[in-house]
């Protein structure tokens, strides 16, 4: 039976999107109010007079006026009994073997209501934000359906806590305070540290010093092969990241967040947020096409399996700067010289990318400029991608990916996402930016122009299972990482034998399309729009960037998400003649 489903939650994060895609592809009607203040959450569900309220991630209470009115399920990154603003962090710390994702009814006390599903997962040695675009997510998905079948037959209750309790570990903890996530160079050996900074990351990262500075530790990876003499002291530097000694080791740290900077309080990579303090720093070279290692950081490697190519490229949190557009575009035309005839772009395992890197470009002295060069180093990608006729080339997306992101692996012949994916195919999202990555050419070739149209237009997500429906993608496979991993080993094995016709066929496609319209001239047509929007006056782009990047709080729901606004906003609108958000 659809339900109308109103979801109460702090952002429309990846968790949120996953669950919308979820809910709405089964046939309910769902609509979103991001937690602003507690009068807007009780208009919000006047509004839309929901069957059910779903909170997918809140950082406060929901108020008790709506949760005496309609059952509300709170989605609780813990086990039964958990309790608390920091579980995952806690879980990492405390080395838990296994946690697990509870979605429980909201009541008086804050995560002590009773308990519609669980789910539990082995903990992986990971970073925060990667348990939870993984494992957590997953987690959640399966219980929140398991949740919404229950209440939806109206023959199951919850049952209350007390009752599913995990006496061992469900417990009430604390906020995780600085105190606990500091590294104590003397005495804290690799694993503790990277312990603690993947307990912290992405947000808020661990306090510390350096060179007399204080700032946020984020993205830690051990190095194996180097070692410092003094702990803490920097002793390294590889493109992004800085190496830094242990006591028993080294740890990378690609990106930092200087504390009380008036320059750029947000996250960067490490060698230019520290950039003074590294001018007597050996850079340590990967090279052009480094071979893929464990036990150190990498954000471009190859490997060749089998005869054929894997580009790995794993940016932290998805975002491509100028930089590494162009070592990721001098990585692949080196893998084309490779006595190979595939080559797998793999992205990262948490994300496929996000398109230009809108914190360097923040913190840059023009941010027009910068966005220039960002979006015309993406373009240079796409189009070594799109001109390749020596090699099959396939983007397999493991994880997410949003806005140029996605265009830049429709670049490729073949698609594959991994089936929990979830794609953003639009960039309207970011200031009425109008987007380039050869969007023009390459949406409208693969799903048609109206269906391009109401992509681009809906500003929604949308899960690689109907992004293959739809013929955005090719196929979408895998129930995990590792899962996708395999089997995109196994297709692209697949196609060895067919290699030289498909060539064949590339070419011939591409030398027609390439007279039907040149790629400069889409690129040309959408750099056009793309100068206004970074030059002109209309200063939407910079502000929404800002937004984003200093993350500021909402102050309204956007109307594509806010569908039980709409008619209120159009009825008001017609009340009071003012023109439509
Ligand atoms: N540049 C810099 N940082 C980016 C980024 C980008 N293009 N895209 C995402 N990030 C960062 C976020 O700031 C966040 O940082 P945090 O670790 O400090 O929290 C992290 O990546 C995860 O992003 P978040 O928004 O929390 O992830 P999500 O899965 O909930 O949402 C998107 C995914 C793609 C919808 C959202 O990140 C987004 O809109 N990104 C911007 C896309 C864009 O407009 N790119 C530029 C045009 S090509």
């Known amino acids: 039976m659809p339900m109308r489903i109103l979801f109460l939650t702090h952002s429309f994060n990846s968790l949120a999107q996953r669950l919308y895609v979820e809910l709405t592809e089964r046939g309910h009607d769902v609509s979103v109010e991001l937690d602003i203040a507690d009068s ?3 208009e919000a569900a006047r509004l839309f007079r929901p069957d059910l309220i779903i909170a997918p991630f809140l950082k406060r209470a929901i108020p008790e006026p709506l949760w005496r009115r309609h059952v509300c399920l709170v989605v609780h990154p813990g086990i039964p009994g958990d309790r ?66 229950k209440f939806a037959s109206r023959r199951l209750t919850p049952t209350p806590q007390d009752r599913t309790l995990d006496a061992q570990r469900g417990r009430a903890r604390p906020p995780m305070r600085q105190e606990t996530r500091r590294i104590d160079w003397a005495r804290d050996d690799t694993a503790t540290i990277i312990a603690k900074i993947h307990a912290s990351d992405g947000v808020p990262g661990v306090l510390d010093r350096i060179g007399g500075r204080e ?20 002793i390294a530097r590889r493109k992004e990241a800085i190496l830094r000694g242990t006591r028993d080791g080294a740890v990378w740290f690609g990106h930092v967040k200087p504390k009380d900077s008036q320059w750029a309080p947000f996250k960067l990579p490490a060698t230019l947020a520290l950039a003074d303090l590294l001018t007597d720093v050996p850079e340590s070279d990967p090279g052009v096409l480094p071979a893929k290692h464990v036990g150190t950081w990498q954000d471009v490697a190859y490997e060749e399996i089998d005869g054929i190519g894997y580009l790995h490229f794993d940016f932290y949190n998805g ?40 914190n360097r470009i923040e913190s840059a002295r023009s941010p027009a400029d910068e966005s220039w060069q960002n979006i015309n180093a993406m373009d240079d990608l796409c189009r070594a991608i799109l001109e390749c006729t020596t090699h099959l080339t396939v983007a ?24 929990g994916a979830i794609l953003n195919p639009h960039y309207k999202g970011m200031g009425n930016l109008y987007g380039s990555e050869y969007w023009t050419y390459l949406l409208p070739r693969r799903v048609g122009a109206d269906n391009a149209c109401t992509l681009m237009r809906s500003r929604l997500p949308i899960g690689a299972p109907r992004a293959a429906a739809l013929g955005l993608i090719d196929e979408s496979f895998g129930w995990d990482v590792a899962q996708f991993c395999v089997e995109t080993r196994e297709r692209a094995r697949a196609l060895v034998d067919r290699v030289g016709t498909l060539l064949d066929e590339k070419r011939t496609r591409r030398i027609s399309d390439e007279r039907a319209k040149p790629l ?32 500021v709080p909402h102050a309204w729901t956007p109307l594509h998400l806010a569908r039980h606004r709409r008619g209120a906003w159009r009825r008001q609108s017609e009340l009071t003649g003012a023109g439509t958000r």
């Open 84 to 149: 608390g603003p920091a579980s995952l962090d806690w879980a990492i710390l405390d080395g838990e073997r296994e946690w697990g994702v509870t979605v429980l009814q909201a009541n008086a006390v804050m995560d002590g209501g009773d308990v519609w599903a669980t789910r539990t997962f082995p903990m992986r040695a990971a970073r925060k934000s990667s348990l939870y675009r993984n494992e957590v997510t997953e987690a959640a998905t399966e219980a929140v359906l398991e949740a919404v079948e």
């Open 40 to 42: 807007v959450s009780l």
């Open 396 to 419: 397999a997306m493991q994880g997410n990916a949003g806005a140029g992101g996605v265009f830049l692996a429709l670049a490729a012949d073949r698609v594959w996402a991994r089936r």
């Open 319 to 358: 975002a491509m700067s100028t930089d590494q557009c162009v070592r990721l575009r001098e990585a692949f035309v080196a893998a084309t010289k490779r006595p190979t005839r595939i080559i797998v772009l793999m992205g990262g395992p948490d994300f496929w990318s996000n398109g230009i890197h809108l």
């Open 520 to 551: 400069a001239r889409y690129r040309a047509e959408e750099l056009e729009h793309m100068q206004l929007n970074f030059y002109g006056f209309d200063p939407s782009y910079h502000v929404a960037r800002y937004h984003f990047v200093h993350r």
């Open 215 to 234: 700032v946020h530790l984020f993205d830690a990876h051990a190095e194996t092969t180097l070692r410092g003499t003094e702990p803490g002291a920097i």
